[in-house]
């Protein structure tokens, strides 16, 4: 094993023992142009305590890190927080070269463990509210279903005043700077809010429930140390705020209209919208599916109280760069959200249909009429455009006012 890494102390017990992922770029779907981290952390009680691992090819990392501050066959009691593989991956491994004497994971998290590794090894159920002793101090664990998948938890060191978040208040973002006070907020913000439209955003009703149960718990946090990206311990109402908004989907006077072009012409179409949606006062972002990554979009989406949709038709369908945005849009499920429809097509128009039942499936409310043109928009087409625009623009200033 390496020794080239070292723990980073996360309080008076807790050393942070992951890894830095410099090179990923895409993350089931997900464009990570900044990379990540998968976070571990170690616990330091009588009986240490591992909580999660990271992806499988960087376990010598981890356990390099580890090594830094305790031998890790020391190791009494392995956490598995979330069952997904960037957080697993070497889970088996690690088990099998420490030899803990217990792994804890939630119901769900056991029977996905069992799924995803096939391995007779016992893992120990731990239940919504149950404590664990780790000898001198205790362990706390909080049911987080879906937030990412049904096995995830939380866990929450008491002595320390850490909660073990797992995906939830993270972002990807690969740095050495540990903490959110080493890292300027609007760079904290962006990353969160990224991840957040692109990972936790169609989970957001449970989301509010878990911000309220944390907040009912009567746990004195005062650090969150997620699984990816940096741990928040300057301001934690940062991070907790940008939740409660980002999961009651709050709208602001922002389109964002989305398009894919052939020949140029559904492209001139989304470019007359957009004018005329600026000259109403409200913020645009012009987004051509062969520029802008799916995350982007997702990104821009997240706050925005318009979505306007526009493709031409290509054999019978929309353009399938464009059926990969708004496939993976109405996965992640972005609601409150009003609407319209634009294209351009040579001779039958499907696109048009298309995009219409997308939105009506994600439940947008189309408050203009779709407007379409065979070939190549003129003056009039153009007007009919900026009257959508236009259209679009009241009743989000009708709205949001
Ligand atoms: Fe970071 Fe849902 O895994």
Not at 144 to 149: G, S
Not at 190 to 214: D, G, H, R, W
Not at 280 to 287: A, D, H, S
Not at 299 to 305: F, H, M, P, S
Request: hydrophobic share 45%.
């Amino acid at each position: 094993m390496t020794n080239i890494y070292q723990a980073v102390k996360v309080s008076e017990h807790v050393y942070w023992v992951g890894a830095i992922d410099w090179a990923i770029r895409d993350f089931h779907g997900y464009t990570t142009p900044h990379g990540s981290t998968y976070n571990a952390y170690l616990v330091m009680a009588d009986k240490i305590t591992l909580i999660d691992t990271v992806k499988a090819p960087f376990m010598d990392e981890m356990l390099s890190r580890i090594a830094s501050v305790v031998d890790p066959s020391k190791i009494d009691y392995i956490i598995s927080n979330h069952s997904e593989q960037d957080h697993t991956g070497c889970l088996w491994q690690v088990a099998e070269l420490v030899k803990p004497e217990k792994i804890f994971a939630s119901a769900m998290g056991v029977k996905a463990l069992g799924e995803i590794f096939h391995k007779n090894n016992s893992i120990e159920t731990v239940k919504d509210g149950q404590s664990l002793s780790l000898g001198n101090m205790d362990l706390k664990f909080m049911e987080t279903r879906m937030i990412h998948w049904p096995d995830s938890m939380f866990s929450y060191l008491e002595k320390d005043g850490v909660l073990f978040s797992q995906d939830a208040f993270g972002m990807h973002l690969a740095t050495f700077e540990r903490f959110d006070d080493e890292l300027a907020a609007d760079m904290l913000e962006y990353e969160a809010a990224t991840y957040y439209a692109n990972i936790v955003l169609p989970f957001s009703a449970q989301v509010l429930k878990t911000l309220e149960k944390v907040a009912a718990s009567g746990w004195t946090i005062k650090i969150i140390a997620p699984d990816h990206g940096p741990v928040w311990r300057k301001d934690l109402n940062f991070i907790l705020n940008l939740y409660n908004k980002w999961a009651r989907q709050v709208r602001v006077k922002k389109a964002v209209v989305v398009y894919a072009t052939m020949w140029h012409s559904t492209e001139m179409m989304a470019k007359a919208i957009a004018e005329s949606l600026a000259e109403e006062g409200i913020r645009v972002k012009l987004l051509n599916v062969d520029d802008a990554h799916r995350s982007e979009v997702l990104y821009e989406v997240l706050e925005a109280g318009a979505l306007i949709a526009g493709s031409p038709t290509l054999n019978n369908h929309m353009m399938p760069q464009m059926a990969d945005v708004m496939t993976y849009m109405k996965g992640l499920k972005p609601a409150n959200l009003t609407g319209a429809v634009f294209g351009s097509f040579g001779w039958s128009g499907e696109s048009l249909k298309d995009l219409e039942a997308t939105l009506a499936a994600m439940k947008v409310e189309i408050v203009a009429d779709t407007v379409s043109v065979r070939h190549v928009p003129d003056g009039d087409v153009l007007n009919k455009c900026r009257e959508l625009g236009k259209t679009v623009a009241a009743q989000l200033n009708k709205r949001l006012s």
